[in-house]
Nanobody, 119 residues
Framework: QVQLVESGGGLVQPGGSLRLSCAAS????????MGWYRQAPGKERELVAT???????NYADSVKGRFTISRDNAKNTVYLQMNSLKPEDTADYYC?????????????WGRGTQVTVSS
């Protein structure tokens, strides 16, 4: 099992910034991708950004140029720097870790951290 603990959410004004962190612990496998997803009220969960162990990144079009995902492999931690936040970024943000072993993939999710962008 893998445990993911998120932190860094909160209330911020439009145009502001927040930094989310997610630390993984437990049965860590080296082949993995970590990422952030979000779910707004009444909407489905959507991809925000992912990053592979060798730092290949992928972003949703809606956050490109504003959000930056990064990771510290030594700490098994992934970060999401969110700048120029908009009210439509308001959502619960979930950390995800997908790892592979023996040709099989395993998905783990954090409990989520709330981000509210409002004046």
């Amino acid at each position: 099992q893998v445990q993911l603990v998120e932190s860094g959410g909160g209330l911020v004004q439009p145009g502001g910034s927040l930094r989310l962190s997610c630390a993984a612990s437990g049965s860590i496998f080296s082949i993995n991708i970590m990422g952030w997803y979000r779910q707004a009220p009444g909407k489905e969960r959507e991809l925000v950004a992912t990053i592979s162990r060798d730092n290949i990144t992928n972003y949703a079009d809606s956050v490109k140029g504003r959000f930056t995902i990064s990771r510290d492999n030594a700490k098994n931690t992934v970060y999401l720097q969110m700048n120029s936040l908009k009210p439509e970024d308001t959502a619960d943000y979930y950390c995800n870790r997908r790892q592979w072993l023996g040709g099989r993939s395993y998905d783990y999710w954090g409990r989520g951290t709330q981000v509210t962008v409002s004046s």
